[in-house]
C-alpha cells in the first residue's frame, strides 16, 4: 500500500459512491479490506444501517478502527478476518451490498 496520504488522493471517494448508488436507501453493507478506512467513513456516512469492514492486515484494520472511533460514528464494524479462509460469517441475504474497492 502507498502511504495514507497519497492513497487518499487516488479517488474521488464521492463520486465513486454517487456512481454506485450507495446511500441511504442501503441499510446493512459488508466491505472487503478495510485498508486505511478510505471508503468506510463515506460509506458509513451514506447508509442507514451498519458498515461492516473486513480487513486481513492488523496493521490496516487497526487504523480505520482508529478512524472510525475518532469519527464518532457508531454504525462501522471493524473486524480482522480473513474471508477466503474464514467466510463473511453472516447470513445469506443479510447485507443489501457488498464493496470491495482496489486500486
Not at 459512491?17 to 456516512?45: M, S
Not at 479462509?85 to 451490498?97: F, M
Request: glycine fraction near 8%.
Amino acid at each position: 500500500m502507498p502511504d495514507e496520504a497519497l492513497w487518499e488522493a487516488l479517488f474521488d471517494v464521492s463520486l465513486i459512491l454517487d456512481r454506485l448508488g450507495v446511500e441511504q436507501g442501503l441499510r446493512d453493507v459488508v466491505e472487503l479490506g478495510c485498508g486505511y478506512g478510505t471508503f468506510t467513513l463515506p460509506v458509513a456516512r451514506r447508509i442507514s444501517g451498519t458498515l461492516t469492514t473486513l480487513g486481513i492486515e492488523p496493521r490496516m484494520v487497526e487504523r480505520s478502527r482508529q478512524r472510525a472511533t475518532a469519527s464518532g460514528l457508531a454504525n462501522i464494524r471493524v473486524l480482522c478476518r480473513d474471508v477466503l479462509q474464514n467466510g463473511l460469517r453472516c447470513e445469506a441475504e443479510s447485507e443489501d451490498a457488498c464493496l470491495l474497492f482496489q486500486s
